[in-house]
């Protein structure tokens, strides 16, 4: 097999060459005339994703193989579906829908804890060509009332329940109040009825989900273009407004059917687990499509690292299905190293089919980089990538060829990436120096093509900083070797254990207070999540309030607002924030402060005591 400058460098210069001959894996039903980036990766070519994932392996014999392993501790119930079985399910679910109304090109909003109807409903949805948008169980009611209204399903696919170690989470009564809080109407809302928690239904609105799939006619595969849209996933963008990151179905299956081979070095019948949440890119990619395009076993875990019931909890699921390849956080091997130091519940199961431990979602620092090689004993892969991509940019590709690990790097650019650092002025940086992080155009299969009904946000919001390039929203530099060192992002998104939010939405929730005359909201390093989002406050003249109290409802605010997935839990009330003579709040510097990262104190800035304030209340926390 070639090495992994050849397969780059194909990569790059002939990209139509290099992807055409991934796209041999994919079963199409008219095949792509030619293949270039140009009005869209595989464009005249048609398919369906669910055929490529599901049916295809029942044709071809797979059939009896398991597919999917729903492993659930806060329900104490496992549940195994073979490929067969997910056919069957998946059809009934498609035919439900279908049933309801939704035609090709409809969106359906999938509102779902981590449960096996959860996938069925994706692919449900991806087998008659409808579009589906899933949101997050941890956002509140106004962020899926805010998704509705931009997505406009047909069709609301929920659950009356997800479950947390601490307590249920009643969906059903946030979906009501999403509802009540959207102009958009859903013709229909399905509902899954859970024991732990039964929702009440609304007449004329509401089905539950378990007769009327049951009633429903299988649905078969409907052909759809290449570039017809899979999924909207939306995710925190500078605003309060989420972008709609949309992915097309023939770019999508080619890159991820190729990077579950090249990247992750996993083979059909294996076991492969990522232990992260279909609301987010990760669940997309790698619970769901990427792991079923290539005939894999995948994991559906609807638990903790800890806690359910101990730090041993991912050491027990590995071991009990053989799971080849795990997937996660770098916060969640922090959390388990908290509870378990010397790592005594790993060492209590067998995991020696375990071979590669990748991880993802937010900077992978060298300390659990270490404690992480340390306790399991194999690779661990440090990966870069985000919502917009669909696939990793950087990453050491052990199907391709295992390169050295350089710790706090997630190693050299993956094929189809041109990865290039720039300078404010776009000028390339030389080795070593940090500026942003972009990807030359064209991006590779897969990459999103536009926001969803939003094409001039797209190009503002990725394309126009540096033309001819993507860019990412994150800082970084390549070292000589060409190794990609990615700092963290240079905008208002800030990752809290794994999970990219927007400071931006989070200001917007907090100048809404009444007695708020303005407000800036910034990540600060935290040892276990990574980043907490602070806001740091300025009351009104005159508000005659008690600070604690303000703060208590800021608080209360945010995750009314957003949702408990924000952890939003310091508000701090300031004289002043720091900002220029011109008036603008210096959020790059207190963004630095925060970091515990060195800092110049502008000579703009009108007054600097305003920041040492600042610093004086995040070393203060
Ligand atoms: N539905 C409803 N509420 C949810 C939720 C969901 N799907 N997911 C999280 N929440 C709630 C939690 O209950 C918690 O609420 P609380 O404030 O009442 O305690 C809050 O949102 C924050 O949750 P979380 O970020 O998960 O923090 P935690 O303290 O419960 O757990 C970790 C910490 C590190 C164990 C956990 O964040 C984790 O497993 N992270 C890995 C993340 C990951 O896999 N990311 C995907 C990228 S690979
Ligand atoms: P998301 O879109 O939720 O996947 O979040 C993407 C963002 O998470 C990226 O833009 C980075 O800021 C961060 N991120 C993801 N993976 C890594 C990584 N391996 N190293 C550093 N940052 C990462």
Same mark, same amino acid.
């Given at each position: ?218 649905? +078969?595969? $409907?052909?759809? @273009? /290449?570039? !017809?849209?899979?999924? &909207?996933?939306?995710? *925190?963008?500078?605003?309060?407004? =989420? ?25 059909? +019948?294996? $076991?492969?687990? @990522? /232990?992260? !949440?279909?609301?987010? &890119?990760?669940?997309? *990619?790698?619970?769901?499509?990427? =792991? ?330």
């Amino acid at each position: 097999m070639r090495g992994y400058e050849a397969a780059y460098r194909q990569s790059i210069e002939e990209p139509g060459e290099f992807w055409r001959e991934a796209a041999r894996a994919i079963d199409w039903d008219v095949p792509p005339a030619s293949v270039a980036a140009d009005g869209g990766w595989f464009a005249g070519g048609r398919l369906n994703t669910c055929h490529n994932a599901v049916d295809r392996h029942v044709a071809a014999g797979r059939g009896g193989q398991d597919a999917l392993i729903h492993d659930s501790p806060v329900t104490g119930t496992v549940r195994r579906y073979t490929y067969d079985e997910l056919l069957g399910q998946v059809a009934k679910t498609a035919g439900m829908l279908r049933e309801l109304g939704v035609r090709p090109g409809d969106t359906v909003v999938i509102y779902m804890p981590m449960v096996p109807e959860a996938v069925f409903a994706m692919l449900a949805c991806a087998r008659i060509g409808a579009v589906h948008s899933v949101v997050f169980g941890g956002f509140a009611a106004s962020e899926l009332a805010v998704r509705i209204d931009h997505a406009r399903p047909r069709v609301v696919l929920s659950a009356s329940c997800g479950i947390e170690p601490s307590r249920t989470v009643a969906y059903k009564p946030l979906l009501d109040a999403a509802l009540r809080e959207a102009s958009h109407r859903p013709a229909r809302c399905v509902i899954l009825q859970r024991p732990q928690c039964r929702a009440e239904l609304t007449e004329g609105r509401d089905l539950d989900w378990e007769p009327a799939v049951a009633a429903a006619e299988p649905a +078969g595969c $409907v052909s759809v @273009a /290449a570039t !017809d849209p899979l999924y &909207v996933l939306y995710t *925190s963008g500078t605003t309060g407004m =989420p972008k709609g990151v949309v992915r097309d179905n023939g770019g999508h299956a080619v890159a991820l059917h190729w990077s579950m081979s090249h990247v992750y070095g996993a083979a059909p +019948g294996e $076991v492969y687990w @990522a /232990a992260s !949440d279909v609301g987010w &890119v990760v669940g997309h *990619s790698y619970i769901v499509y990427g =792991p079923l395009l290539a005939g894999c076993t995948s994991v559906l875990y609807e638990g903790k690292p800890v806690g359910t019931p101990d730090p041993g909890a991912f050491w027990r699921v590995a071991s009990a299905y053989g799971v080849r390849t795990l997937f996660t956080a770098p916060t969640a091997i922090r959390a388990i190293k908290k509870e378990d130091p010397s790592g005594d519940f790993a060492k209590k199961w067998d995991l020696s089919a375990l071979r590669y431990l990748f991880l993802a979602g937010e900077r992978l620092d060298p300390d659990t980089y270490h404690c992480a090689g340390d306790l399991l004993g194999i690779p661990v892969i440090d990966h870069w990538w985000q919502t917009e991509t669909g696939w990793p940019v950087a990453a050491n590709c052990v199907g391709i060829e295992e390169l050295p690990i350089k710790p706090g790097s997630p190693t050299k650019p993956v094929p189809g990436y041109d990865v290039r650092i720039l300078d404010e002025e776009g000028r390339e940086c030389p080795p070593g120096v940090e500026g942003a992080v972009t990807v030359r155009l064209p991006l590779p299969p897969g990459c999103l093509p536009t926001l969803y009904r939003d094409d001039a946000r797209f190009a503002e919001s990725y394309l126009t900083r540096y033309p001819g390039h993507y860019l990412t929203g994150d800082g970084g530099y390549l070292d000589e070797d060409g190794y990609l060192y990615v700092m963290g992002r240079i905008d208002d998104v800030i990752n809290v254990a794994g999970h990219r939010l927007s400071t931006g939405a989070m200001e917007e929730v907090v100048a809404a207070h009444p007695d708020v005359a303005e407000c800036a909201v910034i990540g600060v390093a935290d040892e276990l999540k990574g980043e907490l989002p602070v806001g740091f406050v300025v009351l009104k003249a005159g508000a005659a309030r008690d600070p604690a109290e303000v703060e208590r409802e800021l608080v209360a605010m945010v995750r009314d607002r957003i949702g408990p997935v924000a952890a939003f839990r310091t508000a701090v009330v300031v004289a002043r924030l720091p900002k220029t003579r011109s008036g603008k709040i210096l959020r790059g510097t207190m963004r630095d402060i925060a970091a515990g990262r060195d800092y110049r104190v502008p000579s703009t800035i009108e007054d600097p005591a305003a920041l040492t304030e600042i610093a004086e209340a995040v070393t203060g926390r």
